[in-house]
């Protein structure tokens, strides 16, 4: 016995553990007082599951034994104290067992599923022999009828492509199916039978296959009896228009309604019914369907019959579909079997002929489409129903809506045995599938009579709603994903909380011979109903014996029905074909049950905290198969037996020697039992919860049936209660069924937890778990019950209470949960609602008992302590204001009159009031009377009939402390008034002072308690209206509060439209704000985002006008000042002007740049007062140039103009383009004329003087060029964009350049950057980091050597990526201004002077910037000596000389700060120098073209390159190959790639780089052919490098050298790089000017 090794009764140590006490009994007599057997093991049993003669043990740590008759191994006994151990499901962790009548299973951590035991049916899922298998004779080829080691079953989807598996929870096993629970709440199944609740006529079934009817529904629980299926489902909401038919009747009513009655909430048209019923053959003893052999017979004792023989013959009907509904002898009713032989087909039946039978089912199936066809249109738009007939009689609804030709192709492949019934009956198996003759003549006579006991009308008032999908098609194809994915969504939001729903369905399908469907007939279910008389009956487990059924609901109670030949049943109600209620005594909760063979197991609460057991069902046991003869036959009712006289469940004596039971198990004719020992109280403690909270549940259900509903549904209750106070009751109401739904699923959720297979964590308890639920709960149920006694509401409601129960007065003291109370004054109904706070105390009280338990060091103790902290403060605030309440409505009762009555609100507390003068306002008249009056959310002060309201959440009270008055002041601040008040006495003071101080405190969130005198929160949140007049009249704010004042951040909002939302400071707004005003006349809103100061709009920000202007820049007080951008215009995107400069008090004053979309010209100089005032430029679209005077917004004076064609008039200008006085005009072609001009440039010019016409050897004239010189009358480049400079100075701190402190201007880059972080929420990840590193403050102050230099050039970097460092706005802006410049019509050949002067200046005052931030670093060109050497890739960002030394760095702003500029400034830049070399680029390009034609050898030639420079041959991938004279391109290929790379680079300083490795590439390709203390000189040099130009084709060289030489660093013009410089342009001019090269 290899298998017992790891037994847990092999251990030495056999101490009983503390819990999973395993009990286990079998009934022996009715009047034998039954002794269970305690079975000792080492090792808690954490689950056990019993089967007809064999059981499993789930131990702790995941191992399963079994016991009792293991048929699959071969018939051996294995006694339940010796249990056996599953080696297989040794390391596999199983969590759950399930035994079925001879089979087992099992469900693993991981969710996989293992099967063994008797595989006949398919019940193990497997189909092949193999090695923990064997079979019998005649059984090999359909698979083992044995599983001996338990294999896995692999539940795959196979509707997802790809396939997944499915992790299975839960597993139950009846006698030849398995139902699987996944952990998507769906329902998988296999093996045999119509329980199985699958569209297939296939049988057995061995894979896994998915419920289809079940799809889209939250199943929670799976039951298997021995041919019979439950599923316990979470329901779905209510259909639409049982929403609005509740919404009419509230109409009707006149006042709010709802029904706290399960029955009629959940209402659906008959036409959606779909009994899917099939009526069984009466069987006759001897006569029945064959099944195959079952190997169980030969394990049968002698008191059971089982004369067939495995060859007793085969079946003329043993069709696919038949099996399902097998009523053979082998089925075991109450204990029982019948042997039975094959069932012949009845030739003396009503349809002898073939033909007959075919009309006949035609004619059914015809009749099947019709009456679909008919109910589809009766059940407005439901498509998902499955009709059928209405009655009872639709014994073919077997095809379960499927037509017989939709079922015809399962038929084609029938066996041998199928075929030759099929021919005997002479009908085609094409029309006559699944339906044997006999079914056929049972289905006939059900058209004269009805199969159930109960009538029609009972039929008819039994159905239910939407069985499901529809049944028709391909399971792929009924997988309705839109409708699973909508039901799903609204079942995670209903059980979001985690709680077990009490909403539920009990759906049930297989056999229903003996009622256990519960449909109120016998007919058998081929897939899933719902039990229409369960449906909010909140069932919370459902139960199956092996003929019977059983659930349990929330309220303790248990509903059975099927077969009660025992009195298994709990009742002797007639018919049991329909659940009814087990007759329990009052006071009995049951929590848990189970079904066995022929008996039912309840485990309940009893008088004392310590579980009680019921049992009812067979109660003699000596010959079971004596009850085989009193069992009925289908299709006949069943009643109780007349021997028993009570069917009433009995208690049993020894369970209170149990210990505390959590469990119960039955099976076959064995019951089982799981108990716990109270070791230091816990396990009582927990009953203890458990046992009180269901309890509390019944308590409450019983106040909303008897009291809440009648009063409600009370039609003239909205007159009389009144309107405030029938609001407030139906309040009440709602409230009261959400802590009803709340302690119904937590009275649930602990019978589950005590239940608990894997364990009992404390920490995972609701009450610790969902805390907040708990706590909001109970708070809004008793917030509601104070609203409804403080409005009086009790007074008007008992009066109401006694004219509605009448004689049920005596309801009130049942009510009462300690029955003491009476109901004949209106504080009885109070005692009575306000009952459920009682239970917070219990709550606390159990945790604190719990928590004894363990260390004060563990988890376990640290949630218990909480929890019980929690719940001991609730319930001791909650107590307070219930006593509050009390308190309130006793001082309306007292000042009761119109004046108070307006104050009088249903959230509004007394608190504390000054009617005895013990509070008054200083300074007060003599005869004044003032009242002063503390609520819970306002302070009111009352002169005559005047009343101050001043809200608590905006109020502040600080004593007086001045000690010469003698007064015992109080301050009291509010937003828009202060005051002083006096007590009468010192004890009076400070009782108001806590007063004010809890209250404002519980107002601001805090608890309200232990708050000292004067200690409220000066900052806070809070709401507030201002009524006074000022800035705010009649605004509301929401937002911080210092002191009485607006301070931080809030919202405020004006009656006129005006919204202000940002940061205030003392009252006022200041700081980052967003606001808008609306704009009346527009009927849009202006709105500005930016900076604040004092109330006024000052610093930067961005201003949107109703008009579609928008305004980015620079106010101060409200008005436009410094620089700014204002873009005009109607269109969306594209603006019809735009104005770049500077702005004063809201003007256009100063350097700006004006470009008129509209008219195509851009306009660049100053300004006064929004006209054009001084020194400009005007470019135009069609490459018009001036520059000149402007006054009066007018072109007055002189000035230059030049044309597209460099046409050029120079002289006086009277108005734009009008030209009137002496001037001279310069053509393209060198001639002039020079006299009195005027006229308009565009329309023609009238002249009077001299035309000049220069000789080509005259000189040029020097006067008359300096007249036509650009640059004369523009704006100097110091002088543009100084605006720009003074506000990053303002940001920096300083007054003017250079003005301010240095440590001041860090603090503000600081500051800066920390609101930024703080107040921009769409910041990515990078630039958060970039943020971080800025934060800190740079060393600024020591003396700059080349670390230095380079730790500034790197800060310099990272500051000028974010533009919310004042260095990178800076560095922002001047990138923006500069494109609004050059960009567009200003892309202007003439303007790349300015252009390169302004990107010089843009460095001076950058640099003058960075030394004021940087004090150490010294003037331009200083050099930096004695420092340690710079890594190399630094090299060409710096100007260093390398000695054999050190490292020489000189300083300047070129190589400081131009890196970081001119990258963002170089597409306009160069396209202004690509324009200005246009005409030389021409020529350039087209020799470079011809040039390049030529082969190698004949350019280098033709260049005068020395031969000894030519190489030879050249590498191609490593490999030499010789170059002859018509190859191109093959020569010097490294040093024309290197200059190749100038386009890529940027600065002068980056291009010089590039120049200068070229030199070295050439230099290098040429040593290897000289000596190697070969020198250069430039007649070698030159022509060689030009060649490398020629090859290199680079486009626009002449501009990239025009680039470096205005903008390189001075410190380079004069070495070596300047002279690689010079070199490189010569070679451009030498390309340019000479046609012969």
């Known amino acids: 016995m290899e298998n017992r090794v790891d037994n847990p009764l092999d251990e030495e140590d056999l101490a009983s553990p503390d819990r999973g006490l395993l009990h286990i009994w079998q009934p022996e007599g009715h009047s034998v007082q039954l002794c269970p057997d305690r079975v000792l093991l080492s090792k808690p049993v954490l689950q056990v599951a019993l089967g007809e003669h064999h059981g499993l043990l789930l131990i702790q740590g995941g191992l399963v034994y079994s016991f009792g008759e293991l048929s699959w191994r071969h018939g051996q006994r294995v006694p339940v104290e010796g249990p056996l151990l599953e080696i297989s499901l040794v390391r596999r962790t199983v969590v759950r067992v399930a035994a079925g009548s001879f089979h087992c299973g099992a469900v693993t951590e991981q969710g996989s599923v293992y099967m063994w035991g008797e595989n006949s049916a398919g019940q193990c899922g497997l189909n092949k022999r193999g090695g923990a298998t064997y079979s019998t004779a005649g059984q090999a080829d359909k698979g083992p009828v044995f599983v001996a080691e338990p294999c896995p079953v692999s539940v795959v989807d196979s509707e997802v492509v790809p396939p997944v598996a499915v992790r299975v929870i839960d597993l139950a096993c009846g006698r030849e199916h398995n139902l699987a629970l996944s952990a998507q709440n769906e329902v998988w199944a296999w093996g045999s039978g119509c329980q199985l609740g699958l569209v297939t006529t296939t049988f057995p079934v061995w894979k896994p296959h998915k419920v289809e009817h079940l799809a889209g529904r939250h199943v929670i629980q799976v039951a298997c009896g021995a041919f019979h299926s439950l599923a316990l489902v979470r329901r779905l909401p209510p259909q639409s228009f049982t929403t609005q038919r509740a919404s009419e009747q509230r109409e009707q009513s006149q006042s709010p309604r709802y029904l706290l009655t399960p029955e009629d909430s959940f209402v659906v048209d008959d036409t959606?019914?779909?009994?899917?019923?099939?009526?069984?053959?009466?069987?006759?003893?001897?006569?029945?369907?064959?099944?195959?052999?079952?190997?169980?017979?030969?394990?049968?004792?002698?008191?059971?019959?089982?004369?067939?023989?495995?060859?007793?013959?085969?079946?003329?009907?043993?069709?696919?579909?038949?099996?399902?509904?097998?009523?053979?002898?082998?089925?075991?009713?109450?204990?029982?079997?019948?042997?039975?032989?094959?069932?012949?087909?009845?030739?003396?039946?009503?349809?002898?002929?073939?033909?007959?039978?075919?009309?006949?089912?035609?004619?059914?199936?015809?009749?099947?489409?019709?009456?679909?066809?008919?109910?589809?249109?009766?059940?407005?738009?439901?498509?998902?129903?499955?009709?059928?007939?209405?009655?009872?009689?639709?014994?073919?609804?077997?095809?379960?809506?499927?037509?017989?030709?939709?079922?015809?192709?399962?038929?084609?492949?029938?066996?041998?045995?199928?075929?030759?019934?099929?021919?005997?009956?002479?009908?085609?198996?094409?029309?006559?599938?699944?339906?044997?003759?006999?079914?056929?003549?049972?289905?006939?006579?059900?058209?004269?009579?009805?199969?159930?006991?109960?009538?029609?009308?009972?039929?008819?008032?039994?159905?239910?709603?939407?069985?499901?999908?529809?049944?028709?098609?391909?399971?792929?194809?009924?997988?309705?994903?839109?409708?699973?994915?909508?039901?799903?969504?609204?079942?995670?939001?209903?059980?979001?909380?985690?709680?077990?729903?009490?909403?539920?369905?009990?759906?049930?399908?297989?056999?229903?011979?003996?009622?256990?469907?519960?449909?109120?007939?016998?007919?058998?279910?081929?897939?899933?109903?719902?039990?229409?008389?369960?449906?909010?009956?909140?069932?919370?487990?459902?139960?199956?014996?092996?003929?019977?059924?059983?659930?349990?609901?929330?309220?303790?109670?248990?509903?059975?029905?099927?077969?009660?030949?025992?009195?298994?049943?709990?009742?002797?109600?007639?018919?049991?074909?329909?659940?009814?209620?087990?007759?329990?005594?009052?006071?009995?909760?049951?929590?848990?049950?189970?079904?066995?063979?022929?008996?039912?197991?309840?485990?309940?609460?009893?008088?004392?905290?310590?579980?009680?057991?019921?049992?009812?069902?067979?109660?003699?046991?000596?010959?079971?198969?004596?009850?085989?003869?009193?069992?009925?036959?289908?299709?006949?009712?069943?009643?109780?037996?007349?021997?028993?006289?009570?069917?009433?469940?009995?208690?049993?004596?020894?369970?209170?020697?149990?210990?505390?039971?959590?469990?119960?198990?039955?099976?076959?004719?064995?019951?089982?039992?799981?108990?716990?020992?109270?070791?230091?109280?816990?396990?009582?403690?927990?009953?203890?919860?458990?046992?009180?909270?269901?309890?509390?549940?019944?308590?409450?259900?019983?106040?909303?049936?008897?009291?809440?509903?009648?009063?409600?549904?009370?039609?003239?209750?909205?007159?009389?209660?009144?309107?405030?106070?029938?609001?407030?009751?139906?309040?009440?109401?709602?409230?009261?069924?959400?802590?009803?739904?709340?302690?119904?699923?937590?009275?649930?959720?602990?019978?589950?937890?005590?239940?608990?297979?894997?364990?009992?964590?404390?920490?995972?308890?609701?009450?610790?778990?969902?805390?907040?639920?708990?706590?909001?709960?109970?708070?809004?149920?008793?917030?509601?019950?104070?609203?409804?006694?403080?409005?009086?509401?009790?007074?008007?409601?008992?009066?109401?209470?006694?004219?509605?129960?009448?004689?049920?007065?005596?309801?009130?003291?049942?009510?009462?949960?300690?029955?003491?109370?009476?109901?004949?004054?209106?504080?009885?109904?109070?005692?009575?609602?306000?009952?459920?706070?009682?239970?917070?105390?219990?709550?606390?009280?159990?945790?604190?008992?719990?928590?004894?338990?363990?260390?004060?060091?563990?988890?376990?103790?640290?949630?218990?302590?909480q929890g019980f902290c929690q719940y001991e403060s609730l319930s001791s605030s909650q107590l307070r204001r219930m006593k509050e309440a009390e308190i309130t409505f006793a001082f309306w009762q007292a000042h009761s009159g119109k004046t108070t009555e307006i104050l009088r609100l249903p959230q509004r507390r007394v608190l504390c009031e000054s009617s005895n003068r013990s509070l008054t306002l200083q300074n007060a008249g003599r005869f004044s009377n003032h009242w002063f009056i503390l609520f819970n959310d306002a302070l009111v002060h009352t002169q005559s009939s005047t009343h101050h309201i001043y809200p608590l959440s905006s109020l502040w009270v600080k004593p007086v402390t001045d000690s010469s008055s003698g007064l015992h002041a109080m301050k009291i601040t509010c937003p828009e008034e202060s005051f002083t008040v006096v007590a009468s006495t010192p004890q009076e003071k400070n009782k108001w002072l806590r007063a004010l101080n809890q209250a404002v405190d519980q107002v601001l969130g805090g608890g309200g308690q232990g708050s000292s005198p004067g200690t409220t929160a000066i900052s806070r949140m809070a709401s507030y209206a201002f009524t006074g007049e000022g800035r705010f009249k009649d605004a509301k704010y929401t937002g911080g509060w210092l002191a009485g004042r607006v301070h931080g951040r809030g919202t405020m909002k004006w009656p006129d439209g005006r919204t202000y939302c940002g940061n205030f400071k003392n009252g006022q707004e200041d700081g980052y704000g967003e606001c808008l005003v609306p704009n009346k006349v527009l009927n849009k809103a202006d709105s500005y985002s930016g900076q604040w100061r004092d109330g006024k709009i000052r610093g930067f920000g961005k201003y949107k006008y109703a008009s579609g202007e928008v305004y980015e820049g620079c106010f101060y007080d409200g008005q436009r000042h410094g620089y700014g951008m204002l873009s005009s215009g109607k269109l969306a995107r594209t603006s019809s002007s735009v104005f770049i400069g500077q702005w004063v008090h809201d003007k256009k004053t100063g350097y700006g740049v004006y470009d008129d979309i509209t008219r195509g010209e851009k306009y660049m100089g100053l300004w006064l007062d929004d006209q054009r005032h001084g020194s400009a430029v005007v470019v135009t679209q069609y490459g018009v140039y001036y520059e000149g005077s402007f006054k009066d917004n007018k072109m007055v004076g002189a000035g230059l103009l030049v044309s597209e064609d460099d046409t050029a008039f120079h002289g006086e200008f009277s108005d734009d383009w009008a030209v009137n006085g002496k001037g001279l005009l310069s053509l393209a072609n060198g001639d002039s004329l020079e006299g009195q001009f005027s006229g308009e440039w565009a329309a023609g010019l009238k002249v009077i003087g001299t035309y000049f016409k220069p000789p080509p050897d005259e000189p040029e004239n020097k006067d008359r060029t300096s007249l036509l010189r650009l640059g004369q009358y523009v704006v100097t480049a110091d002088q543009r964009w100084i605006c720009v400079f003074d506000e990053c100075w303002s940001r920096l701190g300083c007054s003017a350049v250079g003005r301010g402190e240095r440590s001041t201007a860090w603090d503000n880059i600081a500051i800066a950057i920390a609101s930024a972080r703080q107040h921009s929420t769409d910041l990515s990840r990078s630039h958060t980091k970039l943020l971080e590193s800025l934060e800190c403050i740079p060393q600024h102050e020591e003396p700059v050597t080349a670390t230095n230099y380079e730790n500034i050039r790197r800060y310099l970097t990272k500051a000028c990526e974010t533009p919310l460092h004042p260095l990178g706005w800076l560095m922002e802006t001047l990138v923006t201004v500069y494109r609004m410049t050059f960009v567009g019509v200003g892309s202007n050949r003439r303007l790349l002077k300015q252009a390169v002067q302004e990107i010089q200046a843009y460095l001076k005052h950058f640099f003058t910037v960075v030394r004021f931030l940087f004090s150490g670093l010294p003037d331009e060109g200083v050099v930096l000596t004695n420092t340690p050497a710079l890594p190399s890739s630094n090299a060409h960002n710096t100007n260093k000389h390398n000695t054999a030394e050190q490292w020489v760095v000189v300083v300047s702003c070129s190589s400081l700060l131009l890196p970081l500029l001119l990258p963002r400034l170089y597409p306009p830049l160069f396209t202004l120098y690509c324009l200005q070399e246009e005409q030389e680029e021409v020529q350039y390009w087209e020799r470079i073209l011809r040039l390049n034609k030529l082969p190698d050898q004949s350019l280098l030639s033709s260049l005068g390159v020395k031969e000894k420079f030519w190489p030879m041959s050249m590498s191609v991938l490593g490999e030499k190959k010789q170059i002859v004279s018509s190859s191109r391109d093959a020569c010097f290929v490294s040093a024309v790639e290197t200059l190749q790379q100038i386009s890529t680079t940027f600065t002068p300083s980056d291009k010089l780089q590039v120049i200068q490795r070229t030199f070295e590439e050439l230099t290098q390709e040429v040593k290897p052919m000289l000596n190697s203390d070969f020198l250069w000189c430039m007649d070698d040099l030159f022509p060689l490098f030009l060649y490398v130009v020629l090859r290199a084709r680079i486009r626009n060289l002449g501009a990239e050298v025009s680039l470096i030489e205005d903008l390189m660093d001075p410190n380079f013009q004069h070495g070596e790089l300047g002279l690689m410089l010079t070199t490189l342009k010569a070679c451009f001019f030498q390309i340019q000017q000479e046609s012969n090269v």
């Not at 009450?767 to 708990?774: A, C, Q, R, V």
Request: charged share 20%; with cysteine.
């Open 272 to 865: 959606h019914y779909c009994p899917l019923g099939v009526e069984l053959p009466e069987v006759s003893p001897g006569k029945g369907c064959p099944r195959r052999s079952s190997p169980r017979r030969r394990l049968q004792t002698a008191g059971k019959s089982g004369t067939s023989s495995p060859a007793s013959g085969s079946s003329p009907c043993q069709s696919s579909i038949h099996s399902q509904f097998e009523a053979g002898g082998d089925t075991q009713t109450d204990g029982s079997s019948a042997s039975s032989s094959g069932r012949r087909t009845n030739r003396n039946s009503a349809f002898p002929d073939g033909l007959e039978l075919q009309a006949l089912l035609q004619r059914l199936s015809s009749q099947s489409t019709e009456e679909r066809d008919i109910n589809h249109n009766t059940a407005a738009g439901d498509n998902t129903s499955l009709s059928s007939h209405t009655s009872d009689e639709s014994c073919l609804s077997s095809t379960s809506e499927v037509s017989v030709d939709q079922f015809a192709p399962c038929y084609k492949d029938e066996s041998p045995v199928k075929r030759q019934i099929n021919e005997s009956s002479g009908v085609s198996g094409h029309y006559l599938p699944a339906v044997c003759v006999e079914e056929v003549r049972v289905c006939l006579e059900g058209e004269r009579k009805i199969s159930s006991p109960i009538d029609i009308n009972q039929a008819a008032n039994r159905r239910l709603s939407l069985p499901g999908t529809p049944t028709y098609g391909s399971p792929c194809g009924r997988r309705l994903k839109d409708c699973r994915s909508s039901s799903a969504g609204r079942i995670l939001e209903e059980a979001a909380d985690g709680l077990p729903a009490l909403e539920t369905e009990v759906w049930s399908w297989g056999r229903g011979t003996e009622g256990q469907l519960g449909h109120g007939d016998q007919l058998a279910r081929l897939q899933p109903l719902c039990i229409k008389r369960l449906t909010g009956e909140e069932v919370i487990k459902v139960a199956a014996g092996s003929h019977h059924s059983l659930a349990l609901t929330a309220l303790c109670q248990v509903y059975s029905w099927g077969s009660n030949l025992c009195g298994q049943l709990g009742h002797d109600n007639n018919p049991v074909l329909v659940p009814h209620l087990a007759k329990l005594s009052d006071g009995v909760r049951v929590w848990d049950v189970c079904g066995g063979q022929s008996h039912s197991l309840f485990l309940s609460d009893g008088d004392c905290v310590q579980p009680i057991l019921f049992y009812c069902g067979q109660q003699q046991g000596p010959h079971p198969g004596s009850i085989q003869s009193q069992r009925s036959l289908p299709g006949q009712s069943q009643r109780s037996p007349s021997r028993l006289d009570d069917v009433r469940p009995m208690l049993l004596p020894f369970c209170m020697d149990m210990g505390y039971i959590s469990s119960v198990c039955s099976g076959g004719q064995s019951c089982a039992a799981l108990s716990d020992h109270n070791i230091m109280g816990f396990i009582s403690a927990i009953h203890e919860l458990a046992s009180r909270e269901r309890r509390f549940y019944c308590w409450l259900s019983s106040v909303g049936k008897l009291l809440l509903t009648p009063l409600r549904n009370k039609e003239n209750i909205y007159t009389s209660l009144g309107e405030s106070c029938a609001l407030r009751f139906f309040s009440l109401c709602e409230s009261f069924v959400r802590l009803t739904a709340l302690i119904g699923r937590h009275s649930a959720s602990l019978s589950s937890f005590l239940r608990g297979v894997q364990g009992r964590d404390v920490t995972s308890l609701a009450l610790l778990m969902h805390t907040e639920h708990f706590v909001n709960t109970y708070k809004e149920y008793c917030s509601a019950v104070g609203n409804f006694q403080v409005m009086g509401g009790f007074q008007s409601l008992n009066k109401v209470a006694l004219d509605c129960l009448g004689p049920q007065q005596s309801w009130f003291a049942q009510l009462t949960y300690d029955g003491s109370a009476s109901a004949d004054a209106p504080a009885d109904l109070v005692s009575l609602l306000y009952q459920p706070l009682q239970q917070l105390h219990q709550y606390s009280r159990v945790l604190l008992k719990t928590e004894a338990c363990y260390d004060v060091k563990t988890t376990e103790y640290l949630s218990l302590h």
